[in-house]
């Protein structure tokens, strides 16, 4: 369990505002990712000075302050009341590079996390990163920020590299993590369906989300929960497109042909068991469809900082009108069941 929220005077009693899901791009990290070329996902400085993260096939997005620097974030979450984040790699994380290269970005990110962590008075925590590509090197990575970092949390991306994560070379893994009991939070990769995306920018808009459908349906039906039932996920985004579709998911699972239903239940039996947060989800009705699938024990307040407004971020919750204990689960007690902070 991390313990550094403790020195801020949290342990108990009052209701913290906990975001589980935000991202730092780390100054080493950065840098390491100026010094590479195309094809590779880099960083790239544009003509007016800015930076932009290329992370390939079309996708790119600017690389601001917001996202590098501490200051203004610790504003916003004084202006918000957002006490803890729990600080996380952007893509492209470290899947898509060689397995030197990885090892060394991954190690060199989570030092930096790990740091940010330990010098933030409670403020921050780190998720750790791991290049999973490599699945010898992901689990020593994880022991090491897990035993030697004090991390709560691990982030995997929707895919590695294009691999999907039901893929039998990463079952190590997930037994690794279930042995080390902590959490994974399953954040968008680079969509696999990108050429159909990237034309009119349509990544942000649902190609993230398709993507994270896609792969816990596929953890699910490949039967992984069945072999690994500790095994702790959580899915951002309020469980992506699980809530809205979960009636046709069972409903089409119950038509495949014997030799395809793997499972010893229904889709929706292990999905309710899986862990969403409240990332980017701005529009009422959709959150109420996933607080209504999901048990409010399984829900953890999450932003996507710097990608969206805190105060928006915790707005949305609040307009739910959640009973006081149902809302400090969701803000700061399932984080803190999960070992998050």
């Known amino acids: 369990m991390c313990s550094v929220i403790t020195e801020r005077g949290f342990d108990g009693g009052a209701c913290l505002k906990v975001d589980i899901h935000s991202h730092l791009a780390t100054p080493d990290y950065v840098n390491e990712l100026k010094k590479l070329h195309s094809p590779q996902p880099r960083i790239v400085t544009l003509r007016n000075g800015s930076m932009q993260l290329d992370c390939g096939e079309g996708l790119a997005y600017p690389l601001t302050d917001r996202m590098m620097v501490l200051e203004p974030r610790v504003k916003e979450m004084e202006e918000s009341g957002v006490d803890h984040q729990v600080l996380s790699l ?3 994380g470290t899947d898509f590079y060689e397995r030197d290269l990885a090892t060394k970005l991954a190690r060199v990110a989570n030092n930096e996390l790990a740091e940010v962590s330990r010098t933030s008075q409670g403020r921050f925590s780190a998720a750790a990163n791991l290049p999973l590509r ?12 897990v035993n030697e970092l004090d991390m ?22 997930y037994k690794e993590a279930v042995r080390l009991n902590i959490p994974i939070l399953i954040h968008p990769g680079r969509p696999v369906m990108m050429e159909h995306l990237r034309e009119y920018g349509l990544a942000g808009a649902v190609g993230y989300l398709f993507d994270t459908t896609l792969a816990i349906l596929r953890l699910v039906y490949s039967g992984l929960f069945d072999k690994l039932p500790d095994l702790r996920v959580i899915i951002p985004h309020t469980g992506s497109t699980i809530p809205y579709l ?8 119950r038509l ?12 929706s039996e292990y999905l309710k068991k899986i862990y969403v947060d409240t990332a980017q989800s701005f529009y009422r009705p959709a959150t ?19 990608f969206a407004d805190l105060k928006q971020s915790v707005a949305i919750v609040k307009s739910l009108g959640l009973q006081r204990e149902k809302e400090e689960q969701v803000f700061c007690e399932n ?3 999960l070992g998050i902070i």
């Not at 709560?152 to 893994?173: H, K, Q, T, W, Y």
């Not at 979960?246 to 699972?253: C, L, P, V």
């Not at 495949?256 to 889709?267: E, F, M, T, V, Y």
Request: proline residues 9%; glycine residues 8%; aromatic residues 12%.
């Open 90 to 92: 952007p893509l492209p």
């Open 134 to 145: 490599f699945p010898d090197i992901a689990i020593k990575e994880l022991r090491r920020c």
């Open 152 to 173: 709560g949390m691990v982030e995997i991306f929707s895919n590695v590299a294009g691999e999907p994560l039901d893929s039998e070379r990463f079952l190590s893994f």
């Open 246 to 253: 979960i009636g046709r998911i069972d409903h089409q699972y």
């Open 256 to 267: 495949l042909g014997a030799n395809q239903r793997k499972l010893k239940g229904i889709p």
């Open 288 to 306: 109420e469809c996933a607080f209504n699938f999901t048990p409010h024990n399984k829900i953890l307040f999450g932003s996507d900082y710097p």
């Open 335 to 337: 984080a803190r069941s």
